[in-house]
């Protein structure tokens, strides 16, 4: 239920309500637009909107098949896989808008894929236990590899740290080319 109200609230950008008078709204678009209800009016929202509950979904139905024992690390994927989804929704609808992407926007969108692709490798070897004590799942460290003191582990706290912060570069930096477009003229996506 949470996801399909999420879903209206993104697919309609907010104009939708929650209340009582839900029921009779829907009866009367039934009512009258029926017809016109068979292709969406917004595609490009739609088809980010079902690409996502898949992927979602996805992960939901894996989670309560598999119940992996590092919850922490599966949450952690989710999310990671939501934010980029969002970043390539919008970078591919801003081009779809024929919008450009500024250098500084593109050199942060390199540097974020770059930072993530690093992150993830260190991410995947899987160091930490969070099932066992913290003596036990210290037995597992590797040999430090930066500065003689950092091992894998460390090393994607900074670099997945690196990601986020070129992450939330890129979506602030990707509208730098509309700051002199007046706001009746930019397209909401």
């Known amino acids: 239920m949470t996801c399909c109200v999420l879903s209206a609230q993104i697919y309609y950008m907010g104009r939708w309500k929650l209340d009582l008078g839900i029921f009779k ?5 039934m009512k009258t637009d ?13 088809i980010l909107l079902i ?17 992996p024992k590092d919850f922490a690390s599966f949450l952690l994927a989710i999310f990671i896989i939501n934010s980029m989804l969002y970043l390539g929704f919008y970078i591919v609808m801003k081009l779809r808008n024929k919008e450009r992407i500024v250098l500084r ?8 894929c770059g930072f993530w692709a690093a ?7 899987a160091l930490s236990q969070w099932d066992k004590t913290p003596a036990v799942s210290r037995e597992g ?3 430090c590899i930066l500065l003689d003191f950092y091992d ?6 900074f670099l997945s740290a690196c990601a986020m912060f070129f992450s939330f570069m890129s979506l602030m930096t990707l509208d730098d080319d509309l700051d002199r477009t007046k706001r009746c003229k930019i397209p909401v996506f």
């Open 25 to 29: 709204r829907i009866y009367l678009v």
């Open 34 to 46: 029926c017809l016109q209800c068979t292709r969406p009016i917004y595609m490009d929202r739609m």
């Open 51 to 67: 690409t996502g509950n898949l992927i979602n979904w996805s992960f939901a139905i894996f989670g309560v098949i598999t119940q």
């Open 105 to 112: 926007a593109f050199v942060f969108i390199c540097l974020t």
């Open 119 to 125: 992150a993830l490798y260190f991410f995947m070897q």
């Open 141 to 143: 460290n590797r040999d």
């Open 152 to 157: 894998h582990h460390d090393v994607w706290h």
